[in-house]
């Protein structure tokens, strides 16, 4: 079964240090891979993606992912955490069949973000 | 606004009425998508469209819900006899087909409480 798996519920960083929130992924194919961010009374915001090209992906607020296909990860990283970036992140596979694609995404649980002043 | 648009945002129904969700797209996407989010999970895809045309049904998506996209614009989820089970976040999204890895623009959601 293809599944996505986000192995944290909580990550907790102080701020200004670096962050990183893992993801691996089990999809048939080569699939698009995104970073949804969710804040509370807010919808779904894609933050980043990778769907050619470089492994190392940046995106918005500053944040980056390095697609490694050998080990199916698309970890999120960012350098310096802020206070402001607490909030739910999602990593998002959508899968590519041979000779056609596939619409839907699948996600992680998701993992919550907690960055402390 | 732009965006992707979901109405109503929040629903309080009771065991065994229907309930219809409505979708509004982004204007030019061709491709609209609807999930379900549960508390502490990830979105669950339920299906999707290509203009009017419903390519892909979810395992989850029982007989007692129905998907339409009538004139391959807006979109209405419509659950019949809702179970208590039923009480999650339904999301709605949009893309258009081979743009930036057909990336999904997520509407707010519509929040069902079965009561």
């Known amino acids: 079964a293809q599944s996505v798996a986000q192995p944290e519920d909580q990550v907790n960083v102080a701020e200004g240090n670096p962050l990183t929130v893992k993801c691996t992924y089990s999809?048939?194919?080569?699939?698009?891979l995104f970073w949804y961010v969710q804040y509370p009374n807010r919808g779904l915001q894609v933050l980043l993606k990778?769907?050619?090209?470089?492994?190392l992906v940046k995106g918005s607020y500053g944040f980056e992912a390095e697609f490694n296909k050998s080990q199916t990860s698309f970890h999120l990283k960012k350098p310096s955490a802020l206070v402001s970036d607490s909030a739910l992140y999602f990593c998002?596979?959508?899968?590519?069949?041979?000779?056609?694609?596939?619409?839907?995404?699948?996600f992680g649980k998701g993992t919550k973000l907690s960055v402390k002043p | 606004d732009t965006g992707v648009s979901q109405d109503p945002r929040h629903k309080i129904t009771k065991r065994g009425q229907n309930v219809t969700f409505r979708c509004d797209p982004i204007?030019?996407?061709?491709?609209l998508y609807w999930y379900r989010q549960t508390l502490g999970q990830g979105p669950e895809f339920l299906t999707y469209?290509?203009?009017?045309?419903?390519?892909?049904k979810s395992r989850l998506l029982s007989d007692r819900f129905s998907a339409e996209r009538p004139k391959g614009s807006f979109s209405t989820l419509e659950i019949q006899r809702t179970e208590q089970g039923d009480s999650a976040m339904y999301l709605c999204?949009?893309?258009?087909?081979?743009?930036?890895?057909?990336?999904?623009?997520f509407g707010p959601g519509t929040r069902l409480t079965v009561l």
């Open positions: 999204a949009s893309s258009l087909l081979g743009r930036s890895g057909d990336e999904q623009f």
């Open positions: 999809v048939s194919g080569n699939p698009y």
């Open positions: 990778y769907i050619t090209g470089d492994n």
């Open positions: 998002a596979v959508r899968p590519l069949n041979y000779g056609g694609s596939q619409g839907n995404l699948i």
């Open positions: 204007s030019e996407h061709n491709r």
């Open positions: 469209f290509q203009n009017e045309a419903q390519l892909e």
